[in-house]
């Protein structure tokens, strides 16, 4: 059996080439000996719904490059972030992955694990939670991606400035999981390891809940030193992305 792999918050865009390449070189060397690949949300830095692959040629090429995946025998599999919450069926048929709800429990090597993005965890952030209830809801999604491109580009804009001005504002703590969640989720879901992104807080964190020992494994960006979590051997490992 091949390693199963775990990515978040790669956050591609094209004012971050460095980014890209390296995400193109873990497709062809890691992903493609890979058994499956998970991609837990973030992929891009903003999706605004799936004619972006008719107006952005890296989304186009990104798309191009995850569907060579799957006839060389790798799963994979999308869940949605905060910032590609719009990624629809035309971008998971053209790439050759399948959507994942958040959350998702999945079975690897006779282990179970329940797989996030990781903002729901992030429920002290009120605003957020607001936020993320309103562009969830599908009758939004749905009068949304009726508007023209260029106009859905200028609204992403100022809901990102706002975005960028109201954290500066916020407490650290705020912006992570609050841990009476983490609990309730461990909890709901049998106590099982988790892994998750968003926080941009790469860490391995043990909680014990009710008696048991529940791993939380949160992934890091691809901002700096990127790296992916490997489920390889038993173990979960971090790896750094590949160089140049
Ligand atoms: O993304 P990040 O890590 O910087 O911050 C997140 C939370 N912010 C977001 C917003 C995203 O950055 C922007 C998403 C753009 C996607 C656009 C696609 C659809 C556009 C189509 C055109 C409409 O998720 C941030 C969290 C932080 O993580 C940590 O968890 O704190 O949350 C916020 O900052 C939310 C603010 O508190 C509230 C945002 C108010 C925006 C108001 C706009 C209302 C109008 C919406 C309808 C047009
Ligand atoms: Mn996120």
Redesign the pocket.
């Known amino acids: 059996m091949g390693d199963t792999l775990f990515i978040s918050d790669l956050h591609l865009h094209h004012t971050r080439p460095e980014t890209s390449a390296a995400f193109f070189r873990f497709i062809k060397q890691q992903a493609r000996q890979a058994e499956a690949l998970y991609i837990l949300g ?1 992929l891009f830095e ?4 799936d004619d972006q692959l008719d107006h952005d040629p890296l989304s186009q090429q990104v798309c191009q490059s995850i569907a060579t995946l799957a006839p060389a025998g790798v799963a994979v599999f999308f869940m949605h972030g ?5 990624i629809g069926n035309r971008f998971a048929d053209s790439a050759k992955v399948t959507l994942l709800q958040d959350p998702t429990t999945i079975t690897v090597k006779n282990k179970n694990y329940l797989l996030l993005h990781g ?1 729901t965890l ?1 429920t002290d ?1 009120v ?2 939670q ?3 209830a ?2 969830r809801d599908p009758a ?1 999604q749905q009068a ?1 991606l009726a ?1 023209a491109y260029a ?2 580009v200028a ?2 804009q ?3 400035a ?3 001005s ?2 500066a504002t ?1 407490a650290e703590d ?2 992570d999981v609050s841990p009476d969640t983490v609990a309730a989720v461990l909890r709901q879901h049998g106590y099982i390891d988790m892994i998750h992104g ?3 807080r790469p860490a391995r964190h043990s909680h014990f809940i009710d008696g048991h020992e529940c791993i939380r494994h949160v992934l890091a960006d691809w901002h700096d030193e990127a790296q992916f979590l490997g489920l390889t051997d038993m173990a979960l490992a971090t790896c750094k992305r590949p160089p140049q």
């Open positions: 973030d903003v999706w605004l719904g905060n910032r590609d919450f719009l903002d992030c952030d605003a957020y607001q936020f993320r309103l562009t939004w949304t508007k106009e859905r609204l992403a100022m809901i990102r706002r975005s960028d109201e954290k916020k705020i912006m968003h926080t941009h």
